[in-house]
């Protein structure tokens, strides 16, 4: 975990309905200059398969640092609805959300108000799933089903995409190992299905991992636990929500 950057951080609620929060990071080095003296802003979301993890994580934290300092931005790391219990396009929508909050708070945030923070250079990435949430945004923006001008203009987007659905598409059909799968499964393993929207039927059977951590959230909200990073299986770290 980097400490010694000159980089201030702080979390902000961007929808009280759904409790989600995203964390705010800012150079304070007097020495960082941009081409109009203004920060761009970099909108980023994390990866987890759309199941799993939070800002909160210390690698996330830890490149959200870096990412801050070195380009240098202004950044936001934000959470999302999460599946099973959220399934898509929530996680969509929220990440839709994440830019409205942006466009309304840049002139009452005083990290976007003063004068900082290039809101006519605005770029959208993620990783993983979180590169798929950047991707869906930054079409719908291009398409002008999300509107966010004259405030808000989205001049990039950076990707390491997750894309799955519950059928294999012909390109991964065609792809297919000796044995039926892939290299990376998401059918096999189950991973996808549980995300995907309802088609008006009964979904299928939850595959035993995701039922396990859907009952330990549910049990942790009753409880009152906040959220935490532990250890799992094969020194995986994961957030318990």
């Known amino acids: 975990m980097p400490s010694n950057l000159p980089i201030q951080w702080k979390d902000v609620v961007y929808n009280a309905t759904h409790a989600l929060r995203l964390r705010m990071y800012r150079p304070t080095d ?7 003296n203004k920060l761009p802003v970099l909108v980023y979301f994390h990866g987890g398969g759309f199941c ?6 210390p690698h996330f934290h830890a490149g959200a640092l870096r990412l801050a300092a070195e380009l240098p931005a202004l950044v ?14 929530a996680a969509h929508r929220d990440a839709e959300a994440v830019l409205s909050w942006l466009r ?3 002139e009452a945030d005083p990290w976007l108000a003063d004068d ?3 809101l006519g ?16 945004v930054a079409v719908r923006y291009g398409s002008g089903q999300l509107t966010l001008d004259p405030v808000i203009r989205i001049t990039g987007c950076i990707l390491w995409p997750f894309f799955a659905a519950e059928e294999r598409t012909a390109s991964e059909a065609a792809g297919l ?14 991973t996808a299905r549980p995300c995907c929207p309802r088609r008006g039927r009964r ?6 991992r995701l039922r396990r951590r859907a009952r330990w959230r549910a049990r942790r909200r009753e409880v009152g636990w906040r959220p935490a990073a532990v250890r799992g299986r094969r020194g995986e770290r994961a957030a318990v929500r």
């Open 30 to 36: 007097d020495n960082t200059t941009t081409a109009n």
């Open 52 to 57: 799993l993890c939070s800002f909160e994580l």
């Open 76 to 89: 936001l790391s934000a959470d999302y609805r999460l599946a099973p219990e959220h399934r898509l396009p």
């Open 104 to 106: 309304a708070q840049a």
């Open 116 to 118: 900082s923070a290039d």
């Open 121 to 136: 250079r605005v770029f959208v990435c993620g990783d993983s799933a979180g590169g798929n949430i950047a991707h869906h």
């Open 177 to 190: 190992l000796d044995d039926g799968t892939t290299l990376f499964d998401e059918h096999k393993h189950g």
């Open 203 to 208: 979904p299928r059977e939850l595959t035993s």
